[in-house]
């Protein structure tokens, strides 16, 4: 008899309890118009292989990709090659110009500088800033702020972050702006210009108020890896978005760069693939909790190349997957992007790395390339 009466109540109380959880997240997800703030995340050499181990790895349905509402693929050749370098491939992004193999925000035939879509952002009055697990001198990084013939030019490459006001950048390099050749010393510059220069992985003494720029070196060249205990990504990933946030009313460009999952792959270390793609997962994450509760955040994730000729195959007979190696350099694979937030929908389908700053530049509402 009492169960009669209870379990008709209980199972309201559940329905109830479960339809108020799912009206709560969707609420939460209630978007702008259009973006305020655009947080780009790049798996350097990070394709469908990768992604596709990365699901299994964390299990499936735990993993942040399966998240996404909006999936598409880019085309990841550069200008002369069906394969491209990490240079190229990130140039398309910045600049939305397809470039030779090598080349630092510069386009052929004369290696003319372009205008990088970070660059003209914070000329607008955009906050911006960049957290990678390289050096700040390494492509990635380089092609959204550098303007060099060759990704070698390091010590150039350092010289041309004076050139931009940027907010923060998080990553490695210090060496390359205080233990130079040339004996500049570019912190110093930058202290005179107001930034905070820390060295290490804390945010101890980082001011996270908004109250100055700054820059905070995880190490004097690369940082480790993620195999070897190297946490910071996700963590600094978060704490960005916040600082950013308090940075400008216009809204704030982050570049985020998961750059090791390439080096993991050149080396074919199926251990340092794992531990990298964990740590862009928990990264990625970051950035979506944040664009879930911002709700004027688009959130954009892709690679710039697949990388090692990756696929997965069968394991323990075909109980299991041991991802296997091609080689031991980029390929020319379609490469997917992951969109989330207002003007997502504009992410999907086939198109070319370059589209991804044409897609940036019209969901902020600007159909007119600037750098034209
Ligand atoms: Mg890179
Ligand atoms: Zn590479």
């Not at 793609?277 to 190349?305: C, E």
């Amino acid at each position: 008899m009492l169960l009669r009466i209870l379990l008709p109540a209980l199972l309201i109380f559940f329905a109830c309890h479960s339809a108020h959880k799912q009206a709560t997240q969707n609420a939460a997800v209630v978007f702008a118009e259009r973006p305020k703030n655009i947080i780009l995340l790049i798996g350097d050499g990070m394709a469908v292989p990768q992604i596709s181990a990365g699901i299994y790895w964390k299990g499936p349905g735990k993993s942040v990709w399966e998240q996404f509402p909006i999936v598409g693929f880019h085309k990841s050749h550069s200008a002369d090659e069906k394969v491209t370098d990490s240079a190229a491939g990130a140039t398309a992004f910045s600049c939305g110009q397809k470039t030779v193999n090598g080349a630092i925000g510069v386009l052929p035939p004369d290696n003319r500088p372009c205008r990088t879509i970070l660059e003209e952002l914070d000329a607008q009055g955009w906050a911006t800033g960049m957290v990678v697990t390289c050096s700040a001198t390494h492509a990635t990084p380089a092609c959204f702020i550098a303007h060099q013939d060759i990704r070698a030019f390091t010590e150039a490459i350092a010289e041309d972050y004076l050139n931009t006001p940027f907010d923060c950048f998080v990553g490695g390099g210090s060496g390359y702006f205080d233990d130079r050749p040339d004996k500049k010393n570019l912190l110093d510059t930058l202290k005179n210009r107001g930034y905070v220069i820390r060295k290490g992985d804390s945010f101890n003494r980082i001011p996270l108020d908004g109250s100055a720029p700054f820059m905070l070196f995880t190490a004097e060249r690369e940082p480790g890896t993620a195999s070897a205990g190297r946490r910071y990504l996700p963590g600094a990933t978060q704490k960005i978005c916040e600082y950013l946030k308090k940075r400008s009313n216009k809204g704030f460009f982050l570049m985020v760069e998961g750059s090791q999952i390439d080096w993991a792959l050149h080396a074919n270390d199926r251990n340092w693939l794992k531990a990298e793609m964990l740590d862009f997962d928990a990264t990625v994450t970051a950035a979506l909790n944040f664009a879930r509760t911002d709700g004027n955040t688009l959130v954009i994730v892709t690679g710039d190349h697949e990388c090692g000729g990756a696929s997965l195959n069968a394991g323990d007979g075909k109980k299991n997957f041991r991802p296997g190696f091609a080689a031991r350099m980029h390929s020319a694979s379609m490469v997917p992007v992951f969109a989330f937030g207002p003007k997502s929908e504009s992410f999907s389908g086939i198109y070319d790395n370059t589209a991804i700053y044409a897609k940036m530049w019209a969901a902020l509402g600007n159909t007119v390339n600037p750098s034209k």
